[in-house]
């Protein structure tokens, strides 16, 4: 079975950084990736994508210019990290294959909070 393993959660200060890896299993290496996260209460939220070979970034409009995505095909593994964190970016974090979060794993909680 074709799976996603997300790690690298925690808690963090505002203003405060994490790194968020995803473990690709090799069925999705020739797949668009994406992260997408969900608050407490709220549905799912597209946050950023990436293309095959690591062109096309896009990132939401709420994390533009703080977060980076970023993916190692060689390494399986893909990145979001997340600098400049503000409270409203606490939620599950998960890596899918699209924006709608098909195919994501069970995700990796962060939580940013004085």
């Known amino acids: 079975q074709v799976q996603l393993v997300e790690s690298g959660g925690g808690l963090a200060q505002p203003g405060g950084s994490l790194r968020l890896s995803c473990i690709i299993d090799?069925?999705?290496?020739?797949?668009?990736m994406y992260w997408v996260r969900q608050a407490p209460g709220k549905g799912l939220e597209w946050v950023s994508r990436?293309?095959?070979?690591?062109?096309?970034?896009m990132y939401a409009d709420s994390v533009k210019g703080r977060f980076t995505m970023s993916r190692d095909n060689a390494k399986n593994t893909l990145v979001l990290q997340m600098n400049s964190l503000k409270v409203e970016d606490s939620g599950l974090y998960y890596c899918?294959?699209?924006?709608?979060?098909?195919?994501r794993g069970q995700g990796t909680q962060v939580t940013v909070s004085s």
């Open positions: 899918a294959t699209n924006s709608n979060g098909l195919g």
């Open positions: 090799s069925g999705f290496k020739g797949y668009w």
């Open positions: 990436i293309g095959r070979g690591g062109e096309g970034t």
